[in-house]
C-alpha cells in the first residue's frame, strides 16, 4: 500500500521560499509520476507540478511555472517542491500525489494514493 508523508509546510512572507517534502513508501515507484496539488480555503483543490518517476520530465501549472521546482530522488524515494517568490495566493494545503504508469496527468481523480496534506501560509 502506498504512503506518503509531506513535511516542509509553514508561515512564511511574501517573496519568500519553503521547500516541501513528499516522502513516498510501500511499493517501487518505477513509471509512476508524482504530483502536487494544493486547496486553498473555499475553493476546489487544483494541480500545482507533475514529474515522471523514470525520467524527470516535469509540468506545472501556469501560476506557479518560473516560480516552482517539482524534483525527486529516486534512491531515497522522496520528491520535493521548492517553492520560490510566494506569493499571498499561494496560501494553501499542499498534498502529494501518487499516480500509476501511463501519462503525466494534472488531474487529481487520475492519482490514486494522496498524503494528509501540509499547510503552507503566505503572509502578505
Known amino acids: 500500500q502506498v504512503q506518503l508523508v509531506e513535511s516542509g509546510g509553514g508561515l512564511v512572507q511574501a517573496g519568500g521560499s519553503l521547500r516541501l517534502s513528499c516522502a513516498a513508501s510501500g511499493r517501487t515507484f518505477s513509471r509512476y509520476y508524482m504530483g502536487w496539488f494544493r486547496q486553498a480555503p473555499g475553493k476546489e483543490r487544483e494541480f500545482v507540478a507533475v514529474?515522471?518517476?523514470?525520467?524527470?520530465?516535469?509540468y506545472y501549472a501556469d501560476s506557479v511555472k518560473g516560480r516552482f521546482t517539482i524534483s525527486r530522488d529516486t534512491a531515497n524515494n522522496t520528491v520535493w517542491l521548492q517553492m520560490n517568490s510566494l506569493k499571498p495566493e499561494d496560501t494553501a494545503v499542499y498534498f502529494c500525489?501518487?499516480?500509476?504508469?501511463?501519462?503525466?496527468?494534472?488531474?487529481?481523480?487520475?492519482?490514486?494514493?494522496w498524503g494528509q496534506g501540509t499547510q503552507v501560509t503566505v503572509s502578505s
Open positions: 500525489a501518487a499516480k500509476g504508469p501511463g501519462s503525466a496527468s494534472r488531474i487529481d481523480q487520475d492519482f490514486a494514493s
Open positions: 514529474i515522471s518517476w523514470n525520467y524527470g520530465s516535469t
